[in-house]
């Protein structure tokens, strides 16, 4: 059986569906993403795959173990770190690692070498209180207490979030040497750029699939001519675009806007300049259109 497989899993808090039937599955020592505005439900996912909460229906299998019936077993087998920082603050760095090891009856010598190119950067700091601690040494210091114990799946729930840019690339290139250790990765952000580097994405809305497919195959999938324009009061021409009738769709991104024609024949005006979609062009046109999930995956 395959790292992770989910089968048909609804969550529901207070009435309210956290999670529609969701379906499916993560190969071996793969690069997985989870990307959808807050409150999509990533965090639900997480916590259920993770064992600390139950889904209403539907079945998951982390490392062809069952969530419900193994949580014990999962959770020697998996490493998860939460989006909100969830060590000992009052703990030094050290302590926290050993700490961790010790609870899975390890130690920090014998896996080592799984975080020594983290560690490096944070063992100048090793005496320093975890609460002190920057929120890029933050985010270092709880990946290690992740993998300490050498896990064969990782739950990271957006981990680079608030974090500098320079730290950010530092911990995608430090998954990437993960990845390359055999280990398995699910991994959430807020960022396109992160997403760009995972092997497969599955974009997720208001707790519904919308698509699961390879980054780059995101955006050649991109139905329509895309086109970019600019101008000196953006939510001005946003308003006057979206009221012009040939506008298909058109979205604010930065100090530009993104705008599709209900006809691909039109020959726009010059300002225009026709570009290729992003994977957040691509999320942005299906969460309008509804659910566009395909068969690849």
Same mark, same amino acid.
Request: glycine share 6%; hydrophobic share 40%; net charge negative.
């Given at each position: ?8 899993? %609804? ?7 956290? /999670? ?24 639900? #996912? ?7 909460? /139950? ?11 069952? !969530? ?12 998860? &770190?939460?989006?909100?920082?969830? /060590?000992?603050?009052? #703990?030094?760095?050290? %302590? ?32 320093? @209180? ?6 890029? &040494? ?5 990946? *290690? ?24 690339? %530092? ?25 760009? /580097?995972?092997? @497969? ?6 707790? *519904? ?10 955006? *050649? ?20 675009? @979206? ?25 726009? %005006?010059?300002?225009? !300049? ?17 659910? &566009? ?5």
């Amino acid at each position: 059986m395959k790292p992770i497989v989910v089968k048909h899993i %609804e969550k529901s808090y207070k009435g309210k569906r956290a /999670l529609l039937p969701i379906d499916f599955e993560v190969e071996e020592g793969e690069l997985f993403g989870l990307i959808g505005p807050d409150g999509a439900g990533k965090t639900t #996912l997480f916590r259920i795959l993770a064992t600390l909460i /139950l889904a209403d229906e539907g079945e998951a299998f982390v490392d062809g173990l069952d !969530v419900k019936q193994d949580f014990r077993q999962i959770r020697k087998c998996i490493g998860y &770190m939460p989006g909100r920082f969830s /060590l000992y603050q009052d #703990l030094t760095v050290k %302590e926290n690692l050993a700490f961790f090891a010790a609870v899975f009856s390890s130690n920090i010598d014998e896996n080592y070498y799984l975080i020594e190119d983290i560690y490096k950067q944070i063992e100048p700091f090793k005496n320093r @209180r975890a609460g002190a601690l920057s929120g890029g &040494m933050k985010q270092k210091l709880a990946l *290690s207490c992740a993998m300490i114990h050498k896990p064969k799946v990782l739950f990271l729930d957006e981990p680079t979030t608030g974090v500098d840019p320079v730290s950010r690339k %530092e911990f995608w290139q430090t998954l990437k040497k993960l990845q390359q250790q055999g280990i398995t990765i699910m991994v959430s952000t807020p960022y396109m750029d992160e997403a760009s /580097l995972c092997d @497969r994405i599955l974009l997720i809305k208001e707790g *519904s699939v919308l698509d699961i497919d390879t980054p780059s195959n995101m955006g *050649s999938k991109f139905p329509k001519k895309l086109y970019k324009a600019t101008g000196e009061n953006i939510p001005q021409m946003l308003k006057a675009l @979206r009221e012009n009738p040939a506008i298909n769709t058109c979205f604010s991104f930065g100090d530009s806007l993104h705008l599709t024609f209900k006809d691909d024949n039109l020959h726009p %005006e010059e300002q225009y !300049v026709q570009i290729p979609a992003s994977i957040e062009d691509y999320f942005m046109l299906i969460s309008t259109m509804g659910n &566009m999930k395909t068969d690849n995956h």
